[in-house]
């Protein structure tokens, strides 16, 4: 894959009302992204139009520009772990002003809907996951090529100079925060982290085992790390992740391809007789099974991350409830996404958890393909994709 062809350069910016700028519109599943001049409308009420700085590639923009989760939808405009600068607010927006740095958000929080004020979710009934294309409030695009319609993804479209989300889609953060590291906690770090503190409660002294070890693998391995587990067992297919699993706190290296027992065996003799808790981080439900058999009885606990390519349905014996284990779903690490996303960038502030090391490549915009040819190939972490410098 080529970088992605420009058909128009100019940049024209009208305060208050269309923007022209540049973003990477994929016209078909998995297809290059082709650099478009688009028009970004005006934020409507409860939406604010933000200015991207830096966007990081997650595979789940992969997984969904290949169309292999959920039906296709093209033209779009994907990326949606990103930071960036508010350019204008729309009406009834009181928290945020011009200026503002923030993060982007893929699930928002209303905070009045039953699941935000339960305290016991994050999965908010009015700005939950977006899957039609469209913003929430009023179902429709706000980008524009040639007066087509272009879908948005999972209502942030950041593969944009310019993008509008509904603020609660957003959160401001201190303006010390580099926008370049930071917007990997808009998804993928947070949802590592978050999956060991908050979904799992990983204690100390406990044993872990993570099935997959990118991003968000990692973070799940930093997050048992700093809670204090024994043992914390990666397992990946590539034996390259094996010194970067260790600087994230992996004590136990298992390559698949290597062993002459299942995988489950290996961990149950590790751990004497399985995990307490296993992390499925791949987005494949087969391996949710055997991360199920690598628990150990009793109460040993499988929590499932990834976002499943193919066969999204989960088959399991029920000997391995009926035992005592538990399987739990987690989107985002259970993080109320305003609330407690200010919290991780003061931790990383703090240096008390890792960002930058999981940068293994910057790019700039144009260069947006090679970042899906780097992802694909399981030859990157994460890439972080940086917007020209806009007056």
């Given amino acids: 894959m080529s970088s992605a062809t420009t058909r128009s350069s100019s940049f024209v910016k009208n305060p208050g009302g269309v ?35 830096s966007t990081s590639l997650c595979r789940s923009d992969v997984t969904a520009w290949l169309s292999q989760a959920q039906p296709p939808l093209f033209p779009r405009i994907f990326g949606h772990e990103a930071s960036g600068i508010v350019e204008s607010v729309g009406l009834e927006v009181t928290e945020f002003v011009e200026g503002d740095h923030v993060l982007t958000l893929f699930i928002g929080e209303c905070m009045s809907c039953r699941q935000c004020i339960s305290g016991r979710s994050n999965i908010c009934q009015q700005l939950g996951l977006e899957r039609k294309g469209v913003m929430h409030s009023d179902q429709k695009t706000r980008f524009f090529v040639n007066e087509k319609p272009v879908y948005h993804y999972c209502a942030v479209s950041s593969f944009s100079e310019y993008t509008v ?33 908050n979904v799992a409660d990983v204690s100390k002294g406990s044993t872990v085992a993570i099935f997959g070890l990118g991003t968000v693998g990692l973070s799940v391995a930093q997050g048992a790390k700093i809670r204090g587990a024994s043992r914390i067992i990666g397992v990946d297919t590539n034996p390259e992740k094996n010194d970067k699993a260790k600087a994230f706190g992996v004590t136990d290296f298992i390559n698949p391809n290597d062993i002459d027992e299942t995988v489950q065996q290996v961990i149950k003799r590790l751990t004497d007789g ?9 987005g494949d439900t087969e391996m949710i099974n055997t991360a199920l058999h690598s628990c150990c009885d ?44 200010p919290s991780l960038i003061d931790k990383y502030l703090k240096e008390e958890i890792k960002i930058d090391e999981l940068i293994t490549h910057n790019l700039p915009f144009t260069d947006i393909n090679k970042a899906f040819d780097l992802m694909v190939a399981g030859n990157c972490l994460r890439c972080v994709i940086h917007m020209p410098n806009q007056s």
């Fill in 19 to 53: 923007i022209k700028c540049k973003a990477a519109v994929a016209w078909g599943a998995g297809e290059p992204m082709v650099m478009e001049e688009v028009e970004v409308s005006p934020p409507q009420p409860s939406e604010i139009r933000i200015k991207v700085v």
């Fill in 165 to 197: 989300v509904h603020s609660g889609c957003a959160v401001k953060i201190s303006k010390v925060a580099p926008l370049e590291k930071v917007c990997l906690l808009s998804c993928g770090t947070a949802a590592g982290l978050g999956a060991a503190w």
């Fill in 298 to 341: 009793g109460w040993g606990m499988t929590v499932t991350l990834g976002v499943p390519k193919t066969k999204p349905d989960i088959t399991s014996h029920y000997g391995l409830f009926l035992t005592g284990r538990t399987l739990k779903g987690s989107l985002f690490g259970g993080w109320k996404p305003k609330s407690d996303v």
């Fill in 274 to 282: 399985g995990a307490d808790y296993c992390f499925e981080c791949i």
